[in-house]
């Protein structure tokens, strides 16, 4: 039950934006540039990482939300997303988004955490200036979503059969398309 009266009963952020739309259009376009603009990082790359920041921060609704956006957008589908947010280490992605996972979690734990070591091995691994730029930022704006949706006690459904049926609504339409994430 949310701490506050919402006036609507959709879970997670798309309550918040339908309270607040003022704020939930420039929430959205922030998502949709981040997760779907141009990019040399898949969609469902970037989704994975905030799946994973997500999940990180105990955050629910976004873990299971973003997980089935990535999953929708990623060969090897809901297994590769269970496997990455559980071990990124031993899961079945890149060296490169390997790498990148471990500058997302850094900046997860603060961003201070976020070490030359860290930025070296992701550009060893394969990754740009512009790649690492947009995992920390991804990994920041996700901190700030998740608790956003946690800091007001928003509803999180269990059936993942919901979270995969607004993940193609997501993956045809965006974030910006008419229905909030």
């Not at 905030?50 to 299971?64: H, I, K």
């Not at 589908?77 to 490169?96: H, L, N």
């Amino acid at each position: 039950m949310p701490y506050i009266e919402l006036g609507n009963d959709a879970p997670g952020i798309a309550g918040l934006v339908r309270y607040r739309p003022e704020t939930g259009r420039v929430l959205n376009e922030l998502a949709e540039v981040l997760l779907r603009g141009d990019n040399t990082l898949s969609r469902g790359e970037r989704e994975l990482i905030a799946s994973y920041v997500s999940t990180l921060n105990g955050c629910r609704f976004c873990a299971m939300s973003h997980g089935a956006f990535a999953a929708a957008q990623l060969p090897g589908g809901q297994p590769v997303v269970a496997e990455t947010c559980s071990d990124p280490g031993t899961a079945p992605i890149s060296g490169k988004l390997r790498a990148l996972l471990r500058v997302a979690a850094a900046v997860q734990r603060s961003g201070t955490a976020v070490t030359p070591e860290d930025v070296a091995a992701a550009k060893e691994a394969g990754a740009t200036d512009i790649e690492i730029h947009d995992t920390v930022l991804i990994a920041a704006a996700f901190c700030m979503y998740n608790r956003y949706v946690d800091g007001l006690s928003t509803t999180a459904p269990d059936d993942p059969a919901l979270y995969a049926h607004r993940a193609s609504h997501i993956v045809t339409h965006g974030y910006l398309a008419g229905r909030t994430p």
